[in-house]
Nanobody, 126 residues
Framework: QVQLVESGGGLVQSGGSLRLSCVAS????????MAWFRQAPGKEREFVAA????????YNSDSVKGRFAISRDKSKNTVYLQMNSLKPEDTAVYYC???????????????????WGQGTQVTVSS
């Protein structure tokens, strides 16, 4: 089992920045891909970005490309999401997720990730 705990959410003005953190514990060795998703009220959970835990390769959704960046610090068992140029439409609960099954491609569906954090609220005011 892998446990994930997010932090770093909050209220920020449009154009501002936030950095989210996700600390992993448990069977770290089993983690393959780590990802960030978000869910706004009344909407489905949306893929934001993913990173290969071992190699550090990343994959971003088109909606955040150029503004958000995912990274990881293996020494701290932590994944980050640096969010710049925030917009009101970025307002959502942001979730950290982990996929433990090996794959040759990136997955953007929440069904493909088997461990989740509790989420952290990000609110961007206009």
């Amino acid at each position: 089992q892998v446990q994930l705990v997010e932090s770093g959410g909050g209220l920020v003005q449009s154009g501002g920045s936030l950095r989210l953190s996700c600390v992993a514990s448990g069977r770290i060795v089993s983690m393959y891909h780590m990802a960030w998703f978000r869910q706004a009220p009344g909407k489905e959970r949306e893929f934001v970005a993913a990173i290969n835990w071992s190699g550090g390769n990343t994959y971003n959704s088109d909606s955040v490309k150029g503004r958000f960046a995912i990274s990881r610090d293996k020494s701290k068992n932590t994944v980050y999401l640096q969010m710049n140029s925030l917009k009101p439409e970025d307002t959502a609960v942001y979730y950290c997720a982990c996929r433990t099954e090996w794959s040759t491609r990136w997955y953007t569906s929440s069904n493909e990730y088997d461990h989740w954090g509790q989420g952290t609220q990000v609110t961007v005011s206009s």
